[in-house]
T-cell receptor, first 116, second 112 residues
Framework: AQTVTQSQPEMSVQEAETVTLSCTYD???????LFWYKQPPSRQMILVIR??????QNATENRFSVNFQKAAKSFSLKISDSQLGDAAMYFC?????????????FGKGITLSVRP | DAGITQSPRHKVTETGTPVTLRCHQT?????MYWYRQDPGHGLRLIHY???????DKGEVSDGYSVSRSKTEDFLLTLESATSSQTSVYFC???????????FGDGTRLSIL
């Protein structure tokens, strides 16, 4: 079974600075997808970015980018030019490509605060 | 974003009562999921569906049942609610894997 680990429960960043959120995972599969979801105080689960394991190029979405290290099974999220609206809980998630059980396996999340 | 509606948004009920949560999606997604979110656990899968009348258990399915009679609706039932089922419940839907799952806004359920 796959596991996802987010070892830092909380992080803080100064507005306009850059912050990196860590995520590691364990799997025996070679093909899979990885995701970062954002959950603001409104409780919505918002997809931030996704990475296909077969792609070597790191995914980027505006101020959000990932550092995907497949051999190390590491998938960190970098937020550049942090804004107050980035304050939220962030979840790393893994999704297998095989089987009918295509569930997401989530990490426990990290709470990001942004200091003005 | 995908049109996923959960109802109710909040519910308070008593131990031993039956509770049904509803998820409705307008995207014609084949897959639907129910998760619960608890502090320190992230989101954990309760049940999922891969088509009308096709459902299967997730990792925390004890005490829960589901039904899917139409593509757009996925119901989660707690036959006899217990205090340990106090949680925030999320529904999600997606096209075939590995397309991302899109989430509803969650239901906060309190069982006293």
């Amino acid at each position: 079974a796959q596991t996802v680990t987010q070892s830092q429960p909380e992080m803080s960043v100064q507005e306009a600075e850059t912050v990196t959120l860590s995520c590691t995972y364990d799997t025996s599969e070679s093909d899979y997808y990885l995701f970062w979801y954002k959950q603001p105080p409104s409780r919505q689960m918002i997809l931030v970015i996704r990475q296909e394991a077969y792609k070597q190029q790191n995914a980027t979405e505006n101020r959000f980018s990932v550092n995907f290290q497949k051999a190390a099974k590491s998938f960190s999220l970098k937020i550049s030019d942090s804004q107050l609206g980035d304050a939220a809980m962030y979840f790393c998630a893994y999704r297998s490509l095989t089987g009918a059980n295509s569930k997401l396996t989530f990490g426990k999340g990290i709470t990001l605060s942004v200091r003005p | 974003d995908a049109g996923i509606t959960q109802s109710p948004r909040h519910k308070v009920t008593e131990t031993g009562t039956p509770v049904t949560l509803r998820c409705h999606q307008t995207e014609n997604h084949r897959y639907m999921y129910w998760y619960r979110q608890d502090p320190g656990h992230g989101l954990r899968l309760i049940h999922y569906s891969y088509g009308v009348k096709d459902t299967d258990k997730g990792e925390v399915s004890d005490g829960y049942s589901v039904s899917r009679s139409k593509t757009e609706d996925f119901l989660l039932t707690l036959e006899s609610a217990t205090s340990s089922q106090t949680s925030v419940y999320f529904c999600a839907s997606s096209r075939d894997p590995p397309q991302p799952q899109h989430f509803g806004d969650g239901t906060r359920l309190s069982i006293l």
